[in-house]
């Protein structure tokens, strides 16, 4: 791969983590979280996907998870174990490396890559899958906004308990919806 390849990629991934980033410190605030804690929530969930600058672009640009194929998907799941790999590299970013490789376990013990079930999983993990979860369908879904939300925030009630902590999958749909009031 070339750096002219590389910097689409680079482009699109920073333009989204944004996004995932201010999520995590909105949802960390409500959760009463010290801000030294929202500091690294919000640095964590900017650079989660770091690890997707491996990949190509042909893999990234498929809507969905099921577009992929095997080989495909089993690259993709190695990207929170580059990132994790990333992230040791620098002093500045030793701290959130945790988090970047945890953030696809699943509530139920079935995501990786270490299969972590319920609160194995650290906090700020969990918090950035919830804000990954509703960032990507909002980016990938057609309709209206108020459709993409509304897309957004089923996906997150129908796998509270499945994919997400049930508590803070509750306190996130919760905190949307005022949003919207």
Request: contains cysteine; aromatic residues 6%; glycine residues 6%.
């Amino acid at each position: 791969m070339h750096l002219s390849e590389l910097i689409p990629t680079i482009y699109s991934l920073l333009l989204s983590k944004l996004s995932v980033s201010e999520l995590c410190g909105e949802i960390g605030s409500a959760m009463k979280l010290s801000q030294s804690q929202i500091n690294v929530l919000k640095r964590a969930g900017y650079l989660h996907d770091i690890g997707k600058i491996v990949l190509d672009e042909s893999i990234l640009s498929k809507d969905t998870y099921t577009a992929l194929t095997e080989e495909e998907r089993e690259k993709i799941k190695q990207h929170s174990i580059v990132g994790y790999r990333i992230l040791n590299l620098f002093d500045e970013t030793l701290d959130i490396a945790e988090y970047t490789y945890s953030h696809h376990e699943r509530w139920d013990g079935s995501g990786y890559p270490r299969g972590l079930k319920g609160e194995q999983i650290p906090l700020i993990s969990r918090i950035i899958s919830i804000a990954g979860a509703y960032d990507r369908v909002m980016n990938r879904v057609e309709g209206t906004l108020e459709e993409k939300r509304e897309a957004a925030l089923k996906v997150i009630r129908e796998d509270a308990r499945k994919q997400f902590d049930p508590n803070i999958a509750r306190l996130f749909i919760q905190m949307m919806d005022g949003k919207n009031a």
